[in-house]
């Protein structure tokens, strides 16, 4: 009988009835409360996206508030007394009022910021350990795909986001773009002349990227958010091999109230965290850069983070330039921004070139140790040391003047550099993966060594080994051996 029709029901209870009726609030809640989640911490790497992303969400709507997305002029007069008087955009000068006049507007802009360093930092940290646990594979095909379009939006909404205030340093980073469209052949200038309507840096820009960067990105970067949730729901967490661990079940807490009250208490831990770094660690101090004008430059100018390796790719590359019939080709900015999305490409289709190359179209929940898939592992490190390595091309002036270098040697060394060290980082990183198998295989066969040495009768002396328990053997060889994408069908 339906709470609402008992004898003595409490009005929650009719209310609770009343929306049970109509949403299935109750049906769902049986279904998935009780949800079972896996345990390990890899697993709040996810939820630092997720909690950075909310806290991007909050400061974002906040910042809305007091900022002003105009290429105006204005004459400032306020709290930074260094520019008054000085002419500036109405963006610029709304961001110096927030930053001075605002009560806590600059401890908002600061969170702001570190947030979303810290949303790539963990969805890129999120991807790659998905990658090396291999589970990306069948039926989580889409879902890597609904993430990798999560970081690839992220980049270009940090970009906007950066470029918003119209200072000096962001004004630097909007030339590199405009450099970057007009190297396209034959359609550069039009593409440049669309972005900022007008020849460069027109009117309009900071209005353009205020709309992207505050309603169309963030709109469909909430949507992916809650299709890539579902589909974990509707997949079934992943889980590391071990103990009463199979593909078909899942060993974990459920959701509520244990992982929910670890969830809640983590996001507030995340909050925390950030915060706190606003507070004390500044960052994009904007008032010390000035108000962009297009015949100035920053000394010193760097991206954040998350696009300095597109920004390395430009800096290493030789200033080539070659000529067809009439029109001149810079090679030295094309090759680089081809590069660039095809680096962010290669991680995006990984999955269904590995299903394609060795043949898997099993179903995956239980996770992959690193080192039973040398040639995958090797990959991925392959990956990371190449990324590395454009990001420090990307600050090669910082880099010559902090140790006191030829900016020549840096920029050659960094060009040997892509060449060399990723080919290398895969055959070592290969390599250590298939001595780790052995080492495994030995420990299986023999056991862990005591330290203990025993004589025995006829005068030998032996170490002494521990057999493994149920299990480390259990995580060591519950998995099959999966052919290597190297590998061939005989």
């Known amino acids: 009988m339906p709470a609402s029709s008992t004898p003595g029901a409490s009005r929650g209870e009719r209310v609770a009835d009343w929306f049970d009726g109509r949403l299935g609030i109750h049906t769902l809640g049986r279904q998935y409360l009780r949800k079972v989640f896996p345990d390990h911490w890899s697993f709040l790497l996810g939820e630092i996206c997720l909690y950075s992303f909310v806290v991007l969400i909050l400061t974002g709507i906040y910042l809305t508030l007091f900022f002003h997305p105009s290429m105006n002029e204005v ?7 260094p520019l008054n008087g000085i002419r500036m955009s ?10 001075f006049d605002v009560r806590g507007g600059l401890l908002v802009r600061q969170l702001h910021h570190w947030a979303a360093l810290v949303f790539i930092a963990a969805m890129l940290t999120h991807m790659m350990r998905h990658f090396f646990t291999g589970s990306f594979r ?5 879902n890597w795909l609904f993430g990798w379009t999560l970081l690839f939006l ?5 970009l906007f986001g950066y470029s918003l205030p119209d200072d000096l340093l962001s004004g630097t980073g909007m030339r590199f773009v405009d450099g970057a469209l007009l190297s396209v052949p034959i359609v550069g200038t039009y ?22 960067h505050v309603l169309l990105i963030p709109g469909v970067m909430a949507a992916l958010v809650v299709v890539h ?7 079934k967490h992943t889980q590391f091999a071990g103990p009463g661990r199979t593909e078909r079940n899942v060993v974990g807490a459920p959701f509520m109230p244990v992982y929910l009250a670890k969830a809640g208490g983590f996001f507030f831990l995340v909050f925390g965290a ?14 010390s850069y000035g108000p962009y004008r297009a015949d100035q430059v920053s000394t010193g100018a760097q991206p954040d983070w998350y696009l300095g390796f597109a920004e390395g790719l430009v800096r290493v590359m030789p200033g080539w330039e070659v000529t067809f019939w009439g029109h001149t080709l810079v090679l030295g900015v094309l090759i680089p921004i081809v590069v660039f999305p095809l680096l962010l490409v290669l991680i995006g289709v990984y999955p269904f070139l590995e299903s394609w190359r060795t043949g898997d179209t099993r179903e995956h929940h239980l996770l992959d140790r690193p080192r039973n898939r040398p040639t995958r592992t090797g990959i991925g490190v392959a990956w990371i040391s190449l990324y590395l390595i454009l990001l420090a091309g990307g600050g090669n002036d910082i880099v010559a003047t902090r140790l006191h270098l030829s900016i020549n040697t840096v920029t050659w060394a960094v060009r040997v550099a892509v060449l060399v060290v990723p080919a290398l980082a895969f055959v070592v990183t290969r390599r250590i993966c298939l001595g780790l198998q052995l080492r495994d295989a030995e420990l299986v066969l023999h056991g862990r060594e005591t330290g203990i040495i025993k004589r025995l ?5 032996v170490e002494l080994h521990r057999p493994l328990d149920q299990a480390e053997l259990h995580t060591l060889t519950a998995h099959k051996r999966q052919r290597e994408l190297v590998e061939r069908e005989p």
């Open 75 to 81: 004459t400032y007069h306020g709290s930074y007394v």
């Open 90 to 99: 109405d963006a610029y000068a709304s961001t110096l009022h927030l930053s």
């Open 138 to 142: 069948k039926p989580r095909e889409l």
């Open 154 to 158: 992220g980049l270009f909404e940090g």
């Open 191 to 212: 593409l440049s002349m669309f972005l900022f309507g007008g020849e460069y840096p027109g009117h309009d820009i900071v209005s353009r990227f205020y709309s992207l």
């Open 229 to 235: 949730v579902l589909l974990v729901v509707h997949h």
């Open 274 to 287: 950030l915060t706190a770094l606003a507070a004390v660690a500044s960052i994009n101090p904007v008032w």
């Open 457 to 461: 009768p006829h005068g030998e002396y």
